[in-house]
């Protein structure tokens, strides 16, 4: 516990610290996101802050990687490193979405090979190569909705923090390295709340995606599934339907746009930190519906969990009355 809390202090410290420089170094380079029709946002604001939260990250998962062997951390970091590398070159230049698609794909693939056989993820209900594959398919799912649900102020840092705690919370063999991500989710929240000095950017979004969907996966393969499908639930839910709707109307679904539930409450007269605030007080809860799933019933803990998206869903399509659809 102790150790525990030093990694998350020292990490949310180092996190606030380079997100500045980094913050400091964008501005004097003129590297800014300027607002168009799909923007949440009016002012020209600073984009990559992933340059400074994700080296933090790294650095971290390495380090506890002595506190608690034995996990796959350091080629966390190291696909975390790779992910921030490319995906900067992508917010400064633009890449075509088939390489990064197959670029991160092939990261994922790598990590798992290093996953022990005894970690399945559904228990034995399917044959390891199955498991593997469908862990893979989720996982890379998980990395690109982390992007695409990246757009309002403090959205992403609360949902890094409150996925990382969740995990510490139930999935103690993995508390260090889980902690150490929601303090560096925290670290950057200081400069991206509302109103935000500073975007994340795909260079801090995906690498953060790729980073926590490894650790819930950890989560998952010690025989919490529940949990560690319940902690992003909100975000699982919010990207996969509106990915359906977008696909019904025929839209292509890589580009910008601005239909996620949260977008349109912004939309519709919300404040980015009202939107947020709602969005932590749901995750709070889901944390809890985490908790229950691990020490009591797991479908009691999936049945609040399903209550809780559901109630966050329907207030944030109050609030987007009047918002386009």
Known sequence: MIVTAVIALTTVIMSAATTRLVLGWLHQRQILDHPNERSSHSLPIPRGGGLGVVPV????????????PGGYA????????ILMAVSWLDDRKGLAPLPRFLLQAAIIAATLIG?????????????????????ALGWLWFVNLYNFMDGIDGITGIETATIGIGIAITGDQFAPQAAGVAAAGLGFLVWNWHPARIFLGDSGSIPLGFVLGGLLIHLAGSGHLAAALIL???YLADATITLLWRLKDGETVWQPHRRHFYQRAVQGGKSHSQVSLAILAGNVALIGCAWIATTGPAALGALLAVAVVAALLTLLTRWAKGSPA
């Open 57 to 68: 990250v790294a650095a971290m998962l390495i380090l506890t990687a002595f506190v608690v």
């Open 74 to 81: 350091p080629v966390l970091a190291a696909g975390a490193l």
């Open 115 to 135: 996953v022990p056989t005894k970690e399945l993820v559904f228990q034995g209900l399917l044959p390891l190569w199955a498991d593997r594959l469908l862990v």
């Open 232 to 234: 992003p639930a909100y």
